[in-house]
């Protein structure tokens, strides 16, 4: 099952430039994580942003977590090439033990 | 630390065999690991949710019996994908809770196996 929808479903941008991408998810959480993946490659697990917590700073990353609308957004700033990749978001239930369940990801694109 | 492993890397068969996965977590034990498998440009779904020494538990809609999930010890769950078919073919992917962790929430993947069914 998947919890919810990324929006874009792909971007494409500039280097330089910010990228933002929104998740919302259906049901209660216990936080929230975002994940990097390249083409064919695994996952790189990027920031955990708690469900009592509003937003998170990481390097060049940006979360941010409203529990009233279910909604996260991840902002990239001053994005480079490398930074081409699927971005996934995923949701952890109250429930110790249950697995992530997984947005459908935005497909990020940036050219130099 | 909190390093996952999956073996093989990838791996090519013909239809009809079977291919076993092995997902190994290598300085953590993992009472609970989990299954998923992404098909191409699309996202991660859950298959199933293995537990040391007990029955996996499978989501809506995988077979149970076409993927045989062992979970036998506190560092090693195997999938097989059994009697495999080219609708089999994409990137499964497992991931392991740390049992020593007090959050208890984290979750550690391992790099994948990309199985092509010819």
């Known amino acids: 099952s998947q919890q919810g929808e990324e929006d874009p479903q792909a971007l494409s941008i500039q280097e330089g430039e910010n990228a933002t991408m929104n998740c919302s998810y259906k049901?209660?959480?216990?936080?929230l994580q975002w994940y990097r993946q390249n083409s064919g490659r695994g996952l790189v697990h990027l920031i955990l942003?708690?469900?009592?917590?509003r937003e998170k700073h990481s390097g060049r990353l940006r979360v941010t977590l409203d529990t009233s609308k279910k909604s996260s957004s991840l902002l990239i700033t001053a994005s480079r090439a490398a930074d081409t990749a699927s971005y996934f978001c995923?949701?952890?239930?109250?429930?110790?033990?249950?697995?992530?369940?997984f947005g459908k990801g935005t497909t990020l694109s940036v050219s130099s | 630390g909190a390093v996952v492993s999956q073996h093989p890397s990838w791996v090519i068969c013909k239809s009809g065999t079977s291919v076993k996965i092995e997902c190994r977590s290598l300085?953590?034990?993992?009472?609970?690991m989990f299954w998923y498998r992404q098909f191409p440009k699309q996202s991660l779904m859950l298959m199933a949710t293995?537990?040391?020494?007990?029955?996996?538990?499978?989501e809506q809609g995988v077979e149970k019996d076409k993927f045989l999930i062992n979970h036998a010890s506190l560092t090693l769950s195997t999938l097989t994908v059994t009697s495999a078919h080219p609708e089999d073919s994409s990137f499964y992917i497992c991931?392991?809770?740390?049992?020593?962790?007090?959050?208890?929430?984290?979750?550690?993947f391992g790099p994948g196996t990309r199985l092509t069914v010819l």
């Open positions: 942003i708690r469900s009592n917590e």
């Open positions: 049901t209660s959480i216990n936080n």
């Open positions: 991931s392991a809770r740390d049992l020593g962790r007090v959050a208890g929430n984290e979750q550690f």
């Open positions: 995923a949701t952890d239930g109250y429930q110790a033990g249950t697995a992530l369940i």
């Open positions: 300085d953590f034990q993992a009472t609970t």
């Open positions: 293995s537990n040391e020494g007990s029955k996996a538990t499978y």
